[in-house]
């Protein structure tokens, strides 16, 4: 694959799809089956990140993310008056024998507290949320991150991962950026799939799985992205293969393949390593490679759209 720069982004309407799986596989494929691309990763589901434990990263980069303010009250100028503690509606602001501070977890950032103080006691402050990394992996470099729990700004850090992939691909001439996207359907999901040339919905056959793949479909479909689908264990629960396919051809949407159930893919997630490594000839790699052969195909043909 040649003229550009293309992003794939991988997504699921649900966690617990193989969506991760899939990524790994894919990556495994891109740069060592017989069309070999340049391929650049990012993990992001910054909200739980594990794309790193079937690829074996070694950090090269660990920077710190901010996002978010809370408010920190001087305690050489407080007057111990107590207008913060009544204004906070997240009862963030407590008193201990006459001195006043905030919960930096129950604190939401709005602010309040700060205008009501009558002497400016109260400041804001940028907090450290989360970190991000630059990884290399033995399928290319992998940019990755971890939010700390209970944190906002999820999107704003997948942005920064994919921006960082993105301009790592440009400038080093990768072909491809292979984004793992975080489930469902909020703002982070959203952020992953901006700016993507084609999109894979792993889907599962499960009365979940079916509705929540139709919710993620209707997502991409909204902000104009082309979408693939994939069906993981696919013979588990015939029915629910048979809705998604039904699905798939009402909607124009091209159905890439049917991964079998597998253990093989749970021995290699326990060994670290995608299942087209672990066991290369499986029912599951056969299908992931079928996979990709057609993913591929259709990275190819919109170079010409």
């Known amino acids: 694959m040649n003229n550009g720069m293309k992003q794939l982004v991988i997504l699921s309407g649900k966690g617990g799809t193989g969506k ?3 990524t790994a596989a894919l990556a495994h494929l891109a740069v060592e089956d017989k069309h070999q691309v ?43 008056c107590g207008e913060c503690a009544a204004v906070c509606r997240f009862d963030a602001v407590h008193e201990k024998n006459g001195v006043y501070q905030v919960d930096p977890i129950a604190c939401d950032g709005c602010a309040a ?8 006691a109260i ?3 940028e907090q450290v949320v989360g970190q991000w990394f630059r990884s290399e992996s033995r399928y290319g470099p992998l940019f990755h991150a971890a939010l700390r729990p209970a944190q906002d700004n999820s999107g704003k850090l997948v942005t920064l991962v994919k921006q960082h992939a993105r301009l790592l ?6 072909e491809l950026v292979l984004v793992d996207g975080p489930p469902g359907i909020g703002c982070p999901v959203i952020s992953a799939t901006s700016g993507a040339d084609l999109a894979l919905i792993v889907a599962e056959p499960t009365r979940s799985g079916v509705h929540d793949m139709r919710r993620i479909f209707l997502t991409t479909e909204h902000f ?19 809705e998604i396919e ?23 997630m ?10 290369p000839e499986s029912p599951a790699s056969e299908a992931l490679r079928a996979i990709w052969a057609k993913v591929l195909d259709e990275l190819q043909d919109s170079q010409y759209e």
């Not at 507290?113 to 400016?120: E, G, K, L, R, T």
């Not at 691909?169 to 990768?174: I, K, L, R, V, Y």
């Not at 039904?246 to 290699?268: K, M, Y």
């Open 20 to 22: 991760t799986c899939v």
């Open 270 to 279: 326990v060994h670290g390593q995608p299942v087209t490594v672990y066991r």
């Open 169 to 174: 691909a440009m400038d080093e001439g990768h």
């Open 38 to 80: 340049s391929v650049v990763l990012a993990d992001a589901d910054v909200d739980a990140a594990n794309l790193e434990l079937l690829i074996n990263p070694s950090v090269l980069q660990r920077e710190d993310f901010r996002g978010g303010q809370i408010a920190v009250i001087n305690q050489e100028t407080c007057e111990g």
């Open 123 to 125: 400041t804001m402050h």
């Open 224 to 242: 104009g992205v082309q979408a693939l689908v994939c069906v993981n264990k696919a013979d588990l629960y015939p029915a629910g293969t048979a």
């Open 113 to 120: 507290c700060v205008y009501q103080c009558p002497i400016q």
């Open 246 to 268: 039904t699905f798939c051809e009402e909607h124009g949407i091209e159905l890439v393949g049917r991964i079998p159930f597998d253990a093989g893919v749970t021995e290699a």
